[in-house]
């Protein structure tokens, strides 16, 4: 049974930092791709970040050079870094595991970024 797990969201002021961890489990994690996704409410669920299993990253615009993606595959987690947090980017983050035609997602973690 495939599981992937986030954790790390909460409350942060604007300009904080937060880490988002997504641990998985039921797949050969170092041969799957990983990603993170966003959905904030009343809007659609929007690509943030994406890390291969041989390690190239892709970032949406909008969190380019605050946001960093990385995985390390003996814990079989992904995490999520992301500095210089805007209000805009509240929203509810997703893991997502893809490979071949298969993909996962996990349960989501809330992020808030408020003053």
């Known amino acids: 049974q495939v599981q992937l797990v986030e954790s790390g969201g909460g409350l942060v002021q604007p300009g904080g930092s937060l880490r988002l961890s997504c641990a998985a489990s039921g797949i050969i994690f170092s041969i799957t791709n990983m990603g993170w996704y966003r959905q904030a409410p009343g809007k659609q669920r929007e690509f943030v970040a994406r890390i291969t299993s041989g390690g190239s990253t892709r970032y949406a615009d909008s969190v380019k050079s605050r946001f960093t993606i990385s995985r390390d595959n003996a814990k079989k987690t992904v995490y999520l870094q992301m500095n210089s947090l805007k209000p805009e980017d509240t929203a509810v983050y997703y893991c997502?595991?893809?490979?071949?035609?298969?993909?996962?997602w996990g349960q989501g973690t809330q992020v808030t970024v408020s003053s």
């Open positions: 997502k595991g893809d490979r071949l035609n298969s993909e996962y």
